[in-house]
Every structure is written in structure tokens, then in C-alpha cells.
């Protein structure tokens, strides 16, 4: 359950952002992208950079296999990714 604040609390210039996405792809913006961009400074930008360390840093693993392991972690989840 995603807090009602997260789907219409934005500041100005995210809720811009948001609203060329729904007239762009002609669909509701995904829910972790309205999550990231609520108060960015506070999870939004944090979670971004540590998602990249993750996904793109070094690793064993190549950026292909880390994403194949969240697409699947997501499926078994019932979480679209």
C-alpha cells in the first residue's frame, strides 16, 4: 500500500515532470517512479545513487546478470519490474 501523499503530494516542478510522462507515454507514471521523485532529497536521490552502486558498480557480477536477478527477485514478489 503506497500512502495517498505519494501519489498527489509533489512539489511543483516534480508534478511537472510526472504530468509530461502521463501526456508523453499516455499512462500513469509507475508507482516507484512517483515514489523516487517525492521528496527527492530525502529518499529519492539517496536510493538513486545506492541503486547505482548496486546495479552498476563493481561487482562478479556483469550489470546484465544484476538485472536479470531483480527482474526475477520482482517476479517472485508479484512486483512488476
Not at 10 to 25: G, N, T, Y
Not at 35 to 51: D, H, K, N, V, W
Amino acid at each position: 500500500m503506497r500512502l495517498a501523499v505519494v501519489d498527489h503530494g509533489h512539489a511543483p516542478s516534480e508534478a511537472a515532470i510526472l504530468e509530461q510522462i502521463r501526456e508523453r507515454s499516455g499512462a500513469e507514471p509507475l508507482g516507484v517512479v512517483k515514489t523516487i521523485m517525492y521528496r527527492p532529497e530525502i529518499f529519492g536521490r539517496p536510493f538513486s545513487e545506492a541503486l547505482d552502486v548496486v546495479m552498476r558498480g563493481p561487482s562478479d557480477w556483469s550489470a546484465g546478470e544484476r538485472e536479470l536477478f531483480a527482474a526475477f527477485t520482482s517476479l517472485l514478489n508479484q512486483c512488476p519490474f
